[in-house]
């Protein structure tokens, strides 16, 4: 017999990315599980294969968003050195094995 909370979600769409992408990894883990009928391991696929468009529409207007944010011209994303990341961290934890 099919979970009512699963088959019920199926026709519902996600309130948030936040909610479809943590919907999608439930469905993602259940699914490698291996351990669902035939029947309930399509209808799991299909309900992800919903879920992964609306995750990637979602995506892409937040995208866009930023574009129009940027005027048309996105950022070039440069990473911190790694000396830089390394020594701004330095000394500002405690060291392991410390149990001050």
Request: net charge negative; charged share 20%; aromatic share 4%.
């Amino acid at each position: 017999m099919a979970d009512p909370s699963t088959t019920s979600k199926a026709s519902l769409p996600p309130e948030t990315f936040e909610a479809a992408l943590a919907e999608l990894e439930k469905i993602v883990a259940t699914m490698e599980g291996g351990q669902l009928p035939l029947a309930e391991a399509l209808a799991a696929y299909q309900r992800g294969a919903e879920l992964l468009q609306y995750c990637q529409a979602a995506l892409k207007d937040a995208e866009q968003q930023v574009q129009v944010l940027e005027r048309g011209v996105l950022k070039a994303f440069a990473p911190a050195e790694p000396d830089a990341a390394a020594s701004g961290s330095e000394g500002s934890g405690p060291v392991e094995g410390d149990v001050s």
